[in-house]
């Protein structure tokens, strides 16, 4: 079955350091991937829409990259805050069908 | 401003109970969806809806039922409400073919 996998459950880092999450997918090509934040106790709510097609997306300290090779998006934050603590949720989606959710990763950022 | 509501935060019901529990979106988006979330499951899709009137079957949609006679309500329902049903319900909704979805506060029921 189509999976997305983050790899880590948790995540801590430095206050000011960069941090890189991960996300896999296998049994399908999505045609893009998209991350969401989630705090704890609320929905999700959409950060970035990478496209196959696209190498990379930025948008202030976010940056995500689309890798079809290795089947894999990274998704990193540059100069991370405390404020940043959140659950990170990678999804691919092709087309109009529904978007297939990875489990999170959930960052603590350290000041 | 995208705006996603659920009808209640929290609900505590009984088992054997019917659950409503109502999902409006004011963008006019024509796709809505219903997922739950449970500490180490990750986000589970149990039913979509790309139109008015219809619905498509998620992953796990056994135990529930929905209904959008609207285009900006829909409403996830519990026939017989079950102890394995207490969970995180999010309600989420899209424009079509543009899936960045636009997610609700969420619903915790307990089943008791």
């Known amino acids: 079955s189509q999976k997305i996998e983050q790899n880590s459950e948790a995540l801590n880092i430095q206050e000011g350091k960069t941090a890189t999450l991960t996300c896999n997918y296998t049994n399908y090509s999505p045609a893009y991937l998209q991350w969401y934040r989630q705090d704890p106790g609320r929905g999700p709510v959409f950060l970035l829409l990478?496209?196959?097609?696209?190498k990379e997306k930025r948008k202030e300290r976010l940056k995500v990259t689309f890798d079809t090779t290795l089947k894999q998006s990274l998704f990193h934050i540059t100069a991370s805050q405390p404020a940043d603590s959140a659950t990170y949720l990678c999804a691919g989606g092709e087309g109009n069908t529904p978007l297939v959710f990875g489990k999170g990763t959930r960052l603590s950022v350290i000041a | 401003d995208v705006k996603v509501t659920q009808s209640s935060r929290y609900l505590v019901k009984r088992t054997g109970e019917k659950v409503f529990l109502e999902c409006v979106q004011d963008?006019?988006?024509?796709?809505m969806f219903w997922y739950r979330q449970d500490p180490g499951l990750g986000l589970r899709l149990i039913y979509f809806s790309y139109d008015v009137k219809m619905k498509e079957k998620g992953d796990i949609p056994e135990g529930y039922s929905v209904s959008r006679e609207k285009k900006e309500r829909f409403s996830l329902i519990l026939e017989s409400a079950s102890t394995n049903q207490t969970s995180m319900y999010l309600c989420a909704s899209s424009f079509l073919g543009r899936n960045e979805q636009y997610f609700g506060p969420g619903t915790r029921l307990t089943v008791t």
């Open positions: 963008m006019d988006h024509e796709n």
């Open positions: 990478i496209r196959e097609n696209e």
